[in-house]
């Protein structure tokens, strides 16, 4: 096998272990740790230390330590907020949580930069266009990573099946699920008894298994970066410095249009916070029980990874316009459904709709707002990406901050501000684009960059 697929191979299947592991955790958090919001609490303040992470991190592990070593450093992060999990509280997620963040944004940055260094090198033996290479060895990527999302919430449906009851569900418990909440910490058990704890410790087992494996596999099976490659290496991490960087970001929201997005890469932030804060403990575990939150974020998982290669591809026939119209209009009125449903347990399908048209809706929201943000700001991509991670983190932050204080449906209410706020100022964006370049086409230059601020 050619060396540098072998280790495309090895970063691909290292991050899938990983991220079975923290993508499961993340969708049990606000179900599992109900108890004075600690679960949506540690989210926020996980994604609180990305933002810190992302300003000033990367750079220097990745100088210091070399993308090897960053990466799996980094994964022990992850490894730690597993094992917070076993006996949670204030002095054990939090902290966790906070390690957690730190090591995100580096991780991610050292795999782009070993990914990239990779691909120029092969390109360059092989007389071939680094950026064919490098695009297929990123394809390569995250074909592998996307389905981390399957198998982390598969796993946690089955080990919490096996304590799932079958007893009916009062109609006084139902009427506490769904929009009109009864903000109490026992929401999230009204469908079925909380797993015990023998089933918690074996899931949690799994996942901090899993996160070793790909600390060991990193370690064994991947290569230094060669001496030959270090002058890339080094102009990777040092065009521009560090403090240039950081810099740059804020200078970027001198661009009017950057500020008009703000609030459309917020969004991304709330609307997948409220899935995966508010939709599977209100409503799911709510109504159905905890084993079923698993199912339900497959079938998001699933349809977002479909959608997302399907988009991708039919982006340059339709047009972003038409997408981010069919985004809003399959948000909104999901929105307006869990308003006024109220969930029941006979209504199994119902469970499954909204996350499956949520997927579809995030997929876009993905790749067209990165590949918006790549188009419009192609000569300042690293501040204009810079942005993106910044306010995407500020949504999950907010999102995940208020998911405790307020019922479900002041958060819907929010939401759907948002988002008529996002189409107005992306709107916006459009109509200054479309005066300054004069009909230049662009839509046909959107690329799927990729879910990276996902975490």
């Not at 204030?90 to 963040?101: C, E, K, N």
């Not at 810099?247 to 008009?260: G, I, M, S």
């Not at 909104?332 to 499954?352: E, R, S």
Request: net charge neutral.
């Amino acid at each position: 096998m050619e060396k540098n697929l072998k280790n495309v191979l090895v970063i691909s299947f290292g991050f899938l272990l990983l991220f079975t592991a923290y993508g499961g955790l993340q969708s049990l958090q606000s179900s599992l740790h109900s108890e004075e919001g600690l679960g949506v609490a540690s989210l926020s303040v996980l994604y609180a230390a990305l933002i810190l992470s992302s300003m000033f991190l990367p750079p220097v592990l990745i100088k210091k330590l070399g993308c090897k070593w960053t990466i799996a450093g980094s994964m022990c992060g992850y490894i730690a907020f597993s094992l917070g999990n076993f006996y949670a509280s204030w002095y054990t997620l939090i902290p966790a949580s906070v390690i957690l963040g730190l090591g995100g944004a580096p991780l991610w940055s050292a795999k782009c930069t070993y990914l990239t260094i990779a691909g120029n090198s092969y390109a360059e033996k092989a007389g071939k266009n680094g950026k064919d290479i490098i695009n297929q060895y990123f394809g390569v990527f995250f074909l592998i990573f996307q389905s981390s999302g399957i198998w982390g919430n598969l796993i946690s449906s089955l080990i919490f099946s096996q304590a799932a009851t079958k007893e009916e569900i009062s109609e006084e418990n139902l009427a506490c699920c769904g929009a009109y909440d009864c903000m109490t910490d026992t929401t999230n058990t009204t469908g079925s008894t909380k797993p015990s704890n023998s089933l918690i410790y074996t899931l949690l087992g799994i996942y901090t298994a899993s996160g070793v494996l790909a600390v060991l596999l990193i370690v064994v099976f991947l290569d230094q970066i060669k001496s030959d490659q270090a002058e890339a290496e080094k102009e990777i991490l040092e065009t521009p410095s560090f403090w240039s960087t950081f810099l740059a970001t804020f200078r970027h929201l001198k661009d009017k249009r950057q500020c008009l997005l703000i609030p459309l890469t917020m969004y991304s932030g709330f609307e997948q916070g409220f899935l995966s804060g508010d939709y599977t403990k209100a409503y799911v575990t709510c109504a159905l029980g905890i084993h079923y939150v698993g199912y339900v974020m497959i079938c998001f998982s699933a349809v977002n990874s479909l959608c997302s290669l399907l988009f991708g591809k039919i982006s340059q026939y339709t047009g972003r316009k038409l997408l981010f119209a069919l985004a809003t209009v399959a948000n909104t009125a999901c929105i307006i459904a869990l308003l006024l449903w109220k969930p029941h347990p006979k209504q199994l399908a119902v469970f499954f709709t909204f996350p499956a048209l949520w997927g579809l809706s995030d997929a876009i929201w993905q790749t067209q707002t990165n590949g918006l943000y790549g188009i419009l700001f192609e000569k300042h991509k690293e501040a204009a990406f810079a942005n993106y991670r910044l306010w995407e983190s500020l949504g999950f932050v907010i999102a995940f901050g208020y998911s405790t204080k307020l019922q479900v449906y002041i958060k819907l209410y929010i939401l759907v501000s948002v988002l008529v706020l996002s189409m107005v100022t992306y709107g916006a964006v459009e109509y200054l684009e479309a005066k300054s370049s004069s009909g230049t086409p662009t839509a046909t230059k959107t690329e799927n960059v990729g879910q990276e601020t996902r975490m």
